[in-house]
């Protein structure tokens, strides 16, 4: 087995096959797929990082500037696009099972919760008022 086609586990030192150009690379893949508990915990976090990515990205097309609903507006209040964001990651992490929000200017209410199938839901509500005072 020549050095150029293994890597090395960067938590239990173990060697394995990997066929990845650089060294780095190949630590990595082999760190990713090793089957020593901290391994595990590892590919527990990738996974982890990838659902707050995807969650991002809903909360971005729900609320931010990425938002494709002709009937609402982009929530200019950054701080509740962030504050969504955690409330996600914490979703995410087990550590809430549901929280709302309210932003001051527009109103609109942001509320993550976690089904029973574990999926963590994205929900935008905006209140539409009319009113006139003469
Ligand atoms: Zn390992």
Redesign the pocket.
């Known amino acids: 087995m020549s050095e150029q086609m293994t890597g090395v586990?960067s938590?239990?030192?173990?060697t394995k096959i990997a066929d990845n150009p650089s060294e780095k690379e190949r630590n990595y893949t082999?760190?990713k797929n090793?089957?020593?508990s901290?391994?595990q915990g590892f590919r527990k976090e990738e996974r982890i990082k990838d659902k707050i990515e995807k969650a991002n990205h809903q909360i971005n097309i729900l609320f931010g500037q990425d938002q494709q609903n002709q009937h609402t507006e982009p929530v200019q209040n950054q701080r509740f696009i962030e504050l969504m964001q955690e409330l996600a990651e914490a979703a995410i992490r087990d550590l809430i099972r549901k929280a709302s929000i309210e932003d001051e200017d527009s109103g609109t209410k942001g509320t993550i919760s976690v089904n029973t199938k574990k999926e963590v839901k994205i929900e935008r509500g905006d209140t539409f008022k009319q009113s006139r005072t003469v």
Request: with cysteine.
């Open positions: 586990c938590y239990c030192g173990q082999v760190t090793c089957d020593c901290e391994g």
